[in-house]
């Protein structure tokens, strides 16, 4: 395993750049972080229509989110690849098809576990909010969202830890992510299969685990910071 390493870590690492497209764990962690940096205001924006006061407001995106949770990210990916660019004229490459996939899934999912998260606050939250003079929007920034992202915070950091093994789709389409060029050294190296999928799999492995470890250290520097003076005082 370590000479299989030694002899194709630089095109795991970025596939064929600089002479071809960027690829490999690079364009794999590239296009995750995208997606999640994209996916996370519109997940909160889309979390926070869902419970809404207003129907107008609360049942389009209620529609949008049970529409796109029911369909498989796999067929979304083909649907943008290749029915999109017929019906419209207008093709997107590889890396930008899934990038667009990965924020309105990802999008769409964090919404669920933001609404989850201040539904399961008490209603005298927001009703003390307001009594002291707060606007709905100054509720929700300063006293709800606080308190509800603080609740679902493993929820948002499994869903982030989905996202990167979900870039691994990106084969299907020919993206150079990590798992296409592992498949591509595994035609190289033919009689080597199970060493190449341990390197492919450990370095998900390190991947997830390092964003897991990260979020609980931000997760334990949470716990030990109030939530907000706002928060403090509406509290039943």
Same mark, same amino acid.
């Given at each position: 395993?370590?000479?299989?390493?030694?002899d194709?870590?630089?095109?795991?690492?970025?596939?064929?750049y600089?002479?071809?497209?960027?690829?490999?764990?690079t364009?794999?962690?590239?296009?995750?972080?995208?997606?999640? +940096?994209?996916?996370?205001?519109?997940?909160?924006?889309?979390?926070?229509?869902?419970?809404?006061?207003?129907?107008?407001?609360?049942?389009p995106?209620?529609?949008? %989110?049970q529409?796109?949770?029911?369909?498989?990210?796999?067929? +979304?990916?083909?649907?943008?690849?290749?029915?999109?660019?017929? %019906?419209?004229?207008? =093709?997107?490459?590889?890396?930008?098809?899934?990038?667009?996939?990965?924020v309105?899934?990802?999008? %769409?999912?964090?919404?669920?576990? @933001?609404?989850?998260?201040?539904?399961?606050?008490? =209603?005298?939250?927001?009703?003390?909010?307001?009594?002291?003079?707060?606007s709905?929007g100054?509720?929700?920034?300063?006293?709800?969202?606080?308190?509800?992202?603080?609740? +679902?915070?493993?929820?948002? @950091?499994?869903?982030?830890?989905?996202t990167? =093994?979900?870039?691994?789709?990106g084969?299907?389409i020919?993206?150079?992510?990590v798992?296409?060029?592992?498949?591509?050294v595994?035609?190289?190296?033919?009689?080597?299969?199970?060493? +190449?999928?341990?390197?492919?799999?450990?370095?998900?492995?390190?991947?997830?685990f390092?964003?897991?470890?990260?979020?609980?250290?931000?997760?334990?520097r949470?716990?030990?910071?109030? %939530?907000?003076?706002?928060a403090? =005082?509406?509290?039943?």
């Amino acid at each position: 395993m370590i000479e299989l390493i030694h002899d194709y870590w630089l095109y795991f690492l970025v596939g064929q750049y600089p002479n071809g497209p960027l690829g490999g764990l690079t364009l794999t962690i590239l296009l995750s972080s995208a997606a999640l +940096v994209l996916a996370m205001p519109l997940g909160l924006l889309l979390g926070v229509a869902r419970v809404s006061p207003w129907r107008a407001v609360r049942w389009p995106t209620a529609v949008l %989110v049970q529409i796109v949770r029911a369909v498989p990210l796999l067929l +979304v990916v083909f649907w943008a690849y290749f029915f999109l660019p017929a %019906v419209t004229g207008v =093709k997107t490459g590889q890396a930008t098809t899934m990038l667009m996939t990965l924020v309105l899934f990802d999008a %769409v999912y964090l919404a669920e576990i @933001v609404a989850a998260g201040i539904r399961s606050l008490p =209603k005298g939250q927001l009703e003390g909010a307001r009594s002291l003079g707060l606007s709905y929007g100054q509720a929700l920034r300063l006293v709800i969202l606080p308190q509800a992202l603080r609740h +679902v915070l493993p929820s948002l @950091v499994s869903q982030l830890v989905a996202t990167i =093994k979900a870039t691994s789709l990106g084969y299907i389409i020919g993206l150079s992510e990590v798992s296409f060029i592992a498949t591509q050294v595994n035609t190289l190296v033919f009689t080597r299969a199970v060493e +190449v999928y341990i390197v492919l799999a450990l370095t998900y492995f390190m991947l997830c685990f390092g964003l897991s470890r990260l979020a609980f250290l931000l997760e334990r520097r949470m716990n030990r910071r109030p %939530v907000s003076a706002f928060a403090t =005082k509406v509290t039943p």
